[in-house]
């Protein structure tokens, strides 16, 4: 089977963010945020909004699906943890 280098991008960007989701839902059902890092859940949402922007620029799509739903789960853990400190 042969894949496209979107597919290739699609496929890691299903992987990459589908890692956050138990984690998303591990804080939203717990509350329990004293193991992360806000420094750390900061720089990867910064890191993921700007990952987004860059994919909106160029226009790929596989960065723009990915980065878009990842912020979304990063955002909600960061909040989290700002508010459950």
């Known amino acids: 089977m042969i894949f496209s280098i979107d597919t290739i991008g699609l496929l890691a960007a299903v992987l990459t963010t589908l890692c956050w989701l138990p984690q998303a839902i591990k804080t939203l059902r717990t509350k329990e ?3 992360l890092s ?7 949402a910064v890191g ?10 160029i226009g790929n799509l596989p960065l723009i699906i990915a980065n878009s739903i990842t912020f979304v789960l ?5 909040y989290l943890k700002l508010r459950y400190r």
């Open 74 to 78: 990063a955002a909600l853990i960061l």
């Open 48 to 57: 993921v909004g700007l990952w987004l922007v860059y994919g909106l620029f």
């Open 38 to 44: 806000a420094i750390t859940q900061s720089a990867f």
């Open 33 to 35: 945020t004293k193991a």
